[in-house]
């Protein structure tokens, strides 16, 4: 198995840019994120760079289907990239001589306001680099949406900066691998999909409050249609804490036992410490709760 990282090409993509954050030496660069979580599972790379989140468009749903149903695969790590999107053309072209634009579905959604206040139609590319090479080699006074990095690849200017409709624009990437599970660091989250065996009145109710009553605290639900029907849908629960704690082990076996049919998609460290304080004053909580008891307790004749 290679020890290359893959991404969503071509070069110059926001994965790309992620690549480059986490330094990344070994990195390639795929046509799909369908291609990208395959050449992982079937061990043609150790490990892939995927877009899971964006902060204005939502969940990246190539991204979470192919985990939830097509592979299993492992979050190891996760990384939030600040996302500044421009609309790069050739040297010379100007913004009210650009005829259509081009980019990924996501980073389109993200300027959608921008862009019709124009009138600019658009097209859509496997990526915002792939949309930056497209501009580059037609004779046509295109426009790509995408960053500075994939301007320079590409030869393109930027001819109108930080374009996206609202302010604060992120996106979450995570690194999968096939066979690992990321060590415990204390600061730490977990994926789970939760099939139900059945649709019944409080089932969702039963699932959160194995989390509410073991003091987890849950940073992310989101259902998902499980391509069974109409109506049919599974949950993707993101929680703080790591397989390895008790306390979280417990609570997927009371689930697993119980409830649900749960897919474990990663344990994995996180970035800053907001996690760790708030799991720290949990136990803490409950360490005082024990004590409480156990002095009752001694009273017991």
């Known amino acids: 198995m290679s020890r290359s990282i893959g991404f969503l090409g071509p070069e110059g993509s926001f994965s790309h ?8 030496q070994d990195s390639v660069a795929y046509r799909s994120l369908a291609d990208l979580l395959a050449a992982v599972s079937d061990g043609e790379i150790a490990q892939a760079l995927v877009p899971l989140e964006n902060a204005l468009e939502g969940t990246v749903a190539a991204t979470i289907d192919g985990l939830v149903f097509d592979h299993d695969l492992y979050i190891v790590h996760e990384l939030i990239l600040p996302i500044s999107l421009h609309l790069l053309a050739k040297p010379g072209v100007a913004i009210d001589e650009v005829t259509s634009v081009r980019s990924y579905v996501h980073a389109l959604g993200q300027v959608r306001n921008y862009l019709a206040s124009r009138g600019l139609a658009t097209v859509e590319t496997g990526s ?4 930056a090479r497209e501009v580059s080699e037609s004779s046509e006074k295109w426009a790509a949406v995408g960053s500075l990095l994939a301007g320079e690849i590409f030869g393109l200017d930027s001819i109108a900066n930080d374009i996206a409709d609202h302010g604060a624009n992120a996106t979450k990437f995570v690194v999968v691998e096939k066979n690992r599970i990321a060590s415990p660091t204390g600061q730490d989250r977990t994926s789970i999909v939760c099939f139900q065996d059945a649709d019944r009145p409080g089932s969702l109710f039963g699932i959160l409050g194995r989390f509410a009553a073991r003091d987890i605290n849950l940073t992310r639900l989101e259902s998902r249609p499980t391509k069974q029907g109409l109506g049919n849908y599974c949950f993707v629960i993101e929680f703080e804490g790591h397989i390895g ?11 697993q036992a119980h409830l649900a049919r749960v897919k474990f998609l990663g344990s994995y460290p996180v970035t800053g410490e907001q996690s760790q304080e ?18 009752i307790k001694g009273l017991i004749s």
């Open 17 to 24: 840019e992620a690549t480059l954050t986490l330094g990344a």
């Open 128 to 131: 915002t680099s792939q949309a």
């Open 245 to 255: 704690d008790d306390v979280v082990s417990d609570c997927l076996i009371d689930l």
């Open 278 to 295: 708030r799991r720290g004053d949990v136990e803490q909580a409950r360490l005082r709760a024990d004590e409480w008891v156990r002095q």
